[in-house]
């Protein structure tokens, strides 16, 4: 069965899917891009028991990121709590959120304007990618009405691309989604990403 949508809707609908489809898959292969950047050498990121724990001991043996599962298993939040905010990647003692995003003063219900270093900071650049993946998560939570006007949905898919490029990691994917229609929305499908966003608003809420 196939739902009817209103244009506001469907556009919805496609960006429920990027952020919960799309944005872990993204957050995944720069987390593991970050560690085998780091500690490659000694120990790259192979998603075993024993390198998981290697991320827990280098966190202080604390961490709410879920260490026993796979990394592919992690959701947005603990991505985040694993890259911006993880003590393993954190410099002079300071997270790249700190580091890099707080610095810049942006209010928390706005994007940044560019996620790519003005200095070439590669590490500026995953800290700003990531925070603005970030972002646009919440902002899709905090929507009051399952709808999503076009212009906020250009704008909102256009953050996301530019965020994806500046970590490396392909955009077709995003493209796709942006021209599904709504025959690509059974109501299985619907029932589906309307779980996800609730899950993501339960976590950010409580």
């Not at 998603?47 to 990394?71: M, N």
């Not at 002079?92 to 790519?116: C, I, N």
Request: proline letters at 4%.
């Amino acid at each position: 069965m196939v739902r009817q949508f209103r244009d506001g809707q469907l556009n919805y609908f496609k960006f429920s899917s990027i952020v919960t489809d799309e944005f872990p898959k993204a957050l995944c292969k720069s987390f593991k891009f970050m560690w085998n950047n780091k500690f490659g050498t000694a120990q790259p990121w192979d998603d075993s028991e024993a390198v998981r724990k290697s991320f827990l001991a280098k966190e202080g043996g604390r961490t709410e990121v879920p260490t026993h599962k796979s990394y592919q298993q992690w959701d947005c939040t603990a991505l985040f709590k694993a890259t911006i905010y993880a003590q393993c990647f954190a410099i002079h003692h300071r997270t790249l959120s700190d580091l890099y995003v707080k610095p810049r003063g942006v209010p928390p219900d706005s994007f940044h304007t560019s996620v790519v270093s003005p200095s070439g900071n590669n590490a500026e650049t995953f800290a700003l990618a990531i925070d603005q993946l970030r972002r646009l998560r919440n902002f899709h939570c905090h929507l009051a009405r399952s709808e999503m006007d076009k212009t906020t949905f250009d704008q909102c898919v256009q953050r996301a691309k530019d965020a994806f490029n500046a970590l490396g990691v392909n955009t077709d994917q995003i493209d796709e989604v942006g021209g599904l229609t709504e025959s690509h929305f059974p109501t299985n499908e619907v029932a589906r990403l309307e779980r996800e966003i609730q899950y993501m608003r339960f976590v950010l809420f409580g």
